[in-house]
């Protein structure tokens, strides 16, 4: 369990394209933290991680003692000279999607702004996760998380890798029928673990199969990948 006792009001407007506060009208700011607090209450910030050991077959990435593919080009490259590798998942819980749907019966303008905020905090879970996870390897060298869908990494992926960490039975985060993640505000992730420092990963829309149809890419700004 983490705990988020406030959320990044600038990353919550990057998601509703908004890069400067000051600009927002008084009643626009009270609906943020009308939003802010109402989504705090209901979230349930979770994470769960493993660590395996990692080896190479003809360049490929296979997990030891794993039956999880890494399957494409890219997490082969992403995890080049690392020795281990974290399966991680996070989620906000399901209260979250729950509060964005009755807001959504009450007021569409304070159903976007708590979705955004929901995205934000989601990220602040995973970075929070990441942190703990690393204090966990001290002496060790890791990569950032690098999630199903980016690159050639494929995205459904997520339900074997959700498997693999219990993760329906541990904290109630499943993969749907069509493929979403439930709750919806949740992400799945893989990280490289390496005895000796690693080189700069490349990241970014160029590497990102969703950057055709980014809403964020459209509007001349990034997701943070």
């Not at 050639?152 to 749907?176: E, H, T």
């Not at 080189?199 to 590497?207: E, H, K, S």
């Amino acid at each position: 369990m983490i705990n988020i006792t406030s959320i990044d009001r600038e990353e919550a407007l990057r998601w509703l394209s908004c890069t400067d506060e000051s600009s927002i009208s008084e009643t626009a700011a009270a609906y943020l933290d009308e939003c802010e607090k109402r989504l705090l209450a209901e979230i349930s910030p979770k994470y769960l991680y493993k660590y395996f050991p990692l080896d190479f077959d003809k360049g490929r990435p296979v997990i030891k003692d794993c039956v999880l593919p890494l399957e494409g080009n890219d997490i082969a490259a992403h995890l080049q000279g690392c020795t281990g590798v974290i399966l991680m998942c996070g989620t906000v819980g399901s209260g979250a999607d729950r509060l964005i749907r009755l807001m959504q019966v009450e007021d569409m303008a304070k159903a976007v702004i708590t979705d955004a905020f929901a995205g934000a905090v989601c990220e602040q879970v995973m970075n929070t996760a990441e942190q703990m996870i690393a204090e966990e390897l001290s002496g060790k060298y890791i990569t950032w998380r690098y999630s199903p869908g980016y690159g050639d990494f494929p995205l459904d992926i997520q339900k074997q890798l959700l498997n693999v960490l219990d993760a329906p039975k541990k904290i109630g985060l499943c993969v749907s029928d069509s493929g979403m993640l439930t709750p919806v505000k949740s992400v799945t992730a893989v990280i490289g673990v390496s005895d000796s420092p690693l080189p700069q990963r490349l990241r970014g829309c160029a590497v990102c199969n969703m950057r055709e149809r980014c809403r964020f890419r459209k509007r001349g700004l990034h997701c943070g990948f």
